[in-house]
């Protein structure tokens, strides 16, 4: 109900400016610990050990073959967005579909403070291209098809890995949904949306990943997946501060922003 009731508006209390002015301070000391502690988190991670990237990985750019270090661009530190795009997906996965639409708007900021930022995917580059154009992004994108990347770090499995079990993800070995034999409804839906079953679907998964290139070599500072992309995810970050915050008790209500029908606000209530 969406009238007043009991001092009441769909579930809220009522209250004077005085009496919310109160709870928002409240409130916002809450919100200013909660950003110092964020604060300590980043020191911590900036301050992880690096691993010295040995392998010479290899990628498929707009700009031609690639190495790890070419990704670079220049700078000395590269951020990679793991997106979840098979070879054998018709598109992209939704949910890094609507990820990676804020995305172009923030690859000319980082560029300028040293840090190069590119997608990785499995998928065949002109696939990768396609997609884009269809998307209307610009922000660089490479297939790592032919090679380990995606595997050794964790954003991918092979078919017999997926029969076998014991798949790690997120730092963590066994029980995964890469692995499972039954999937949850919304898994079957977006793999469809991606052109294939569930259980190529979750061969690939989404992840983001930090680089550091010193004297001609590649350091591997950090990764991070699952709930760790919440950060990454801007919409999340605005729905968090609107008065009904996420609003998914029916479930992933997400699509790729050219699959949203014009729709009256009323169906959400």
């Known amino acids: 109900m969406s009238g007043k009731l009991d001092g009441t508006v769909r579930g809220h209390r009522l209250a004077s400016r005085e009496e919310w002015l109160q709870a928002r301070m409240e409130l916002l000391r809450e919100e200013k610990a909660l950003t110092r502690r964020g604060d300590e988190l980043a020191r911590q991670r900036q301050a992880l050990p690096w691993v010295r990237v040995d392998k010479n990985y290899r990628f498929g750019t707009d700009a031609g073959d690639a190495t790890l270090a070419d990704l670079f661009r220049?700078?000395?530190?590269?951020?990679?967005?793991?997106?979840?795009?098979?070879?054998?997906?018709?598109?992209?996965?939704?949910?890094?579909?609507?990820?990676?639409?804020?995305?172009?708007?923030?690859?000319?900021?980082?560029?300028?403070?040293?840090?190069?930022?590119?997608?990785?995917?499995?998928a065949p580059l002109a696939k990768l291209q396609a997609y884009q154009r269809r998307m209307g992004w610009t922000f660089p994108w490479a297939s790592a098809s032919d090679g380990d990347f995606n595997y050794d770090f964790n954003v991918a499995i092979t078919e017999a890995q997926q029969q076998a079990g014991g798949v790690?993800?997120?730092?963590?070995?066994?029980?995964?949904?890469?692995?499972?034999?039954?999937?949850?409804e919304i898994v079957h839906q977006f793999a469809a949306t991606c052109g294939t079953g569930a259980a190529t679907y979750v061969r690939d998964r989404p992840g983001m990943s930090?680089?550091?290139?010193?004297?001609?070599?590649?350091?591997?500072?950090?990764?991070?997946?699952?709930?760790?992309?919440?950060?990454?995810w801007g919409m999340y970050q605005w729905l968090d501060r609107a008065p009904l915050g996420r609003n998914e008790a029916t479930g992933a209500w997400w699509r790729r922003h050219d699959e949203y029908a014009t729709r009256d606000a009323s169906c959400c209530r």
């Open 74 to 122: 220049g700078r000395s530190q590269l951020l990679v967005y793991h997106f979840m795009f098979g070879p054998d997906y018709t598109a992209g996965c939704p949910s890094c579909s609507s990820i990676a639409d804020g995305f172009n708007g923030i690859v000319t900021h980082l560029e300028n403070h040293d840090v190069a930022f590119t997608a990785v995917s499995r």
């Open 210 to 232: 930090a680089f550091v290139l010193e004297d001609g070599v590649v350091y591997h500072s950090y990764s991070a997946y699952a709930r760790g992309l919440d950060g990454l």
């Open 168 to 184: 790690e993800y997120n730092y963590q070995r066994g029980g995964h949904p890469m692995a499972k034999a039954e999937y949850p």
